[in-house]
Nanobody, 123 residues
Framework: VQLQASGGGLVQAGGSARLSCVAS????????MGWFRQAPGKEREFVAA????????YYADSVKGRFTISRDNAKNTVYLQMNSLKPEDTAIYYC?????????????????WGQGTQVTVSS
């Protein structure tokens, strides 16, 4: 499975951005996809995840109410709509795909990763 993330860039605080992650290859082997982020000097942290079947969604508390994850199964694409962005949202955002049926919040449950896309929120 190959993942290609896009979107992001430089955004002002309070603004919005949308990330996309397109999956290709043996996507039928995966159960869900998630977004993680890593800020400078910090560990990678969970942001949001969604299952392909059923569309079960998980969010980190820090983004709940501001970010929305969605999927388009026909396009094998997952989106992350980010609203009300804050400077602390600045990070490299990574999409991952997992064959697991649980543990969507944990990066060690993910089998495949995209290359990451930078989101910078200016104050």
């Amino acid at each position: 499975v190959q993942l290609q993330a896009s979107g992001g860039g430089l955004v002002q605080a309070g603004g919005s951005a949308r990330l996309s992650c397109v999956a290709s290859g043996r996507t039928f082997s995966t159960n869900g996809m998630g977004w993680f982020r890593q800020a400078p000097g910090k560990e990678r942290e969970f942001v949001a995840a969604i299952t392909w079947r059923g569309g079960v969604i998980y969010y980190a508390d820090s983004v709940k109410g501001r970010f929305t994850i969605s999927r388009d199964n026909a396009k094998n694409t997952v989106y992350l709509q980010m609203n009300s962005l804050k400077p602390e949202d600045t990070a490299i955002y990574y999409c991952g795909a997992t064959t697991s049926y649980s543990g969507f919040r944990y990066q060690n449950e993910y089998n495949y990763w995209g290359q990451g896309t930078q989101v910078t929120v200016s104050s």
